[in-house]
T-cell receptor
């Protein structure tokens, strides 16, 4: 149980284009989802917290207009990287919190974004 | 704000040897503590967590960790490692209580198990 999927697993795009990454909770409802960014050989940095039906809460330093987050249902959150540039290349990981399980997040497999 | 320090960035060990991955945290309030494992190009998998109660926590794959409040530590241990344990291990904390579910991660420890 508590499986989180991400799609796509990897994507290559041209500079200036937008890329959408999906995060789904497959066997549970996730009231809260989180988006992280991980640079090579480094830790995870929280980008934003996404609550179903409301606007995402972004961490300091994260551009809201560049990283658009939508949490339209209890099983789906999306991250759109708008006007991507090479410096946006990274590993993006989402997680979902299971209601009733104290502070436990289940992580997706991640999406490798490469911007040329 | 809370913070996590993983004292070793890399830990090489031989197969079947014991291992300890160290984690210290800093927080002015009570926290929950977690250990996650990340295999190459994958997401994170929860190994174990401490929320309350017994300070010795047992997790999956034979790992265990002990919460030491006086030393603000949550070290991860395994008595005998396998090649398949080679991975990046992250210690994380979150505030206990309330509705703040954010996790703060350490920088990770790369465990390499050699034959």
């Amino acid at each position: 149980g508590a499986v989180v999927s991400q799609h796509p697993s990897w994507v290559i795009c041209k500079s200036g284009t937008s890329v959408k990454i999906e995060c789904r909770s497959l066997d549970f409802q996730a009231t809260t989802m989180f988006w992280y960014r991980q640079f090579p050989k480094q830790s995870l940095m929280l980008m934003a917290t996404s609550n179903e039906g409301s606007k995402a809460t972004y961490e300091q330093g994260v551009e809201k207009d560049k990283f658009l987050i939508n949490h339209a249902s209890l099983t789906l959150s999306t991250l759109t990287v708008t006007s991507a540039h090479p410096e946006d290349s990274s590993f993006y990981i989402c997680s979902a919190r299971v209601g009733g399980q104290v502070n436990t997040q289940y992580f997706g497999p991640g999406t490798r974004l490469t911007v040329l | 704000a809370q913070s996590v320090t993983q004292l070793d960035s890399q830990v090489p060990v031989f197969e079947e040897a014991p291992v300890e991955l160290r984690c210290n945290y800093s927080s002015s309030v009570s926290v929950y503590l977690f250990w996650y494992v990340q295999y190459p190009n994958q997401g994170l998998q929860l190994l174990l967590k401490y929320l309350s109660g017994s300070t010795l926590v047992k997790g999956i794959n034979g790992f265990e960790a002990e919460f030491n409040k006086s030393q603000t530590s949550f070290h991860l241990r395994k008595p005998s490692v396998h090649i398949s344990d080679t991975a990046e291990y992250f210690c994380a904390v979150s505030l206990s209580g309330g509705s703040n579910y954010k996790l703060t991660f350490g920088k990770g420890t790369l465990l390499t198990v050699n034959p």
